[in-house]
């Protein structure tokens, strides 16, 4: 399997395991102590540092919205973003870092 296509399906478990979550489920703790929201969008600006850096642009922070069900939708951007722009390589370790963020839920 590509780096894409692994990201890319990796991510799809993701969002199926937590795009049916209520705004409850979102705030209760991970396996990190912190919240899963907190924990996914960590792993959305994770992505985004990487995007930024394969285009050679600056960093910057990935808007916390107010409806933590977007969280997904911003992840599936996100991911997809690095896979146009990031080297396989890079894509590679998203994935594991995705698949390792998705056992912490």
Not at 72 to 96: M, S
Request: aromatic letters at 4%.
């Amino acid at each position: 399997m590509q780096p894409d296509d692994r990201l890319t399906a990796t991510v799809g478990r993701l969002v199926g395991q937590v795009g049916h979550w209520t705004p409850s489920r979102w705030a209760a703790s991970g396996a990190s102590g912190a919240s899963r929201a907190d924990t996914v969008h960590d792993l959305v600006q994770w992505l985004a540092d990487r995007c930024a850096d394969a285009e050679g642009r600056d960093r910057l922070p990935v808007p916390r919205l107010d409806n933590d069900l977007a969280l997904p939708d911003q992840l599936r951007v996100v991911a997809a973003d690095l896979t146009r722009f990031g080297g396989p390589a890079l894509v590679d370790e998203a994935a594991e870092k995705v698949r390792a963020v998705r056992g912490q839920l």
